[in-house]
């Protein structure tokens, strides 16, 4: 299935197989920014419909036999971006936005111990850079940034872009490697600054990637 939102994919429910599993269809939570995944639930249809219309995750819990959403107790709720079924219509993805810690032991996934992969590292440094953004805490070396204007940033990404080509024709690769880690990083701030960030670049490459690819 295509990529569907919340607000088209209440059409599809109704293709969905419920019966196949007695009313019930796994549903697997991934972040909707670094990949990570979150979390396995369960959902019936009334579950699916309640996640559509409040925009929060929401459960079948088999143990208590009852409808929970995700953080009613706890606060830590998750907001559903979107909404996928797979090929054969009986399991969901749902992309979703975790608030504090998905599991119930404190930890961010319930599969803490699966290795993450580099790519969702470099959404996490994004989703920071984001916050440093909102909050801007005393003595950090990003909202010093962000305070000294978009200039200034942009003359930073400059400065870095520079280092970083010097460093490929005269440096050893570990100076390279450090050279093009500083110039990622002020180019994820510069974005920052004029309120974009590393998925709409990606969405720029996949939108390129798939023109040039095409017939």
């Not at 979150?38 to 143990?63: I, K, P």
């Not at 909404?83 to 930890?107: N, Q, S």
């Not at 003595?139 to 400059?158: D, M």
């Amino acid at each position: 299935m295509s990529d569907t939102n919340l607000a088209t994919f209440a059409a599809t429910a109704a293709t969905l197989d419920w019966d196949k599993v007695g009313g019930l269809l796994p549903a697997v939570i991934q972040h909707w920014r670094d990949g990570r995944v979150l979390m396995l639930g369960y959902m019936n249809r009334e579950a699916l419909d309640l996640t559509l219309a409040s925009g929060r995750v929401t459960f079948f819990s088999r143990s208590r036999q009852r409808l929970w959403t995700k953080g009613e107790t706890s606060g830590h709720v998750l907001l559903a971006k979107s909404i996928h079924a797979d090929c054969d219509r009986d399991t969901l993805l749902v992309e979703a936005e975790p608030h504090g810690p998905t599991c119930h032991l404190g930890t961010a996934t319930c599969f803490s111990a699966a290795a993450s992969p580099d790519s969702a590292f470099l959404a996490q440094l994004d989703a920071l850079v984001e916050q440093r953004q909102r909050e801007r805490p005393a003595g950090h070396y990003t909202t010093k940034l962000f305070e000294s204007g978009v200039r200034r940033i942009a003359q930073k990404v400059g400065e870095e872009g520079v280092e970083t080509a010097l460093a490929a024709v005269v440096q050893d690769d570990s100076a390279l490697l450090g050279e093009a880690a500083d110039l990622l990083y002020h180019l994820l701030v510069l974005l920052r600054s004029r309120d974009l960030g590393l998925a709409e670049v990606l969405a720029r490459l996949r939108q390129r990637h798939t023109e040039r690819a095409g017939p």
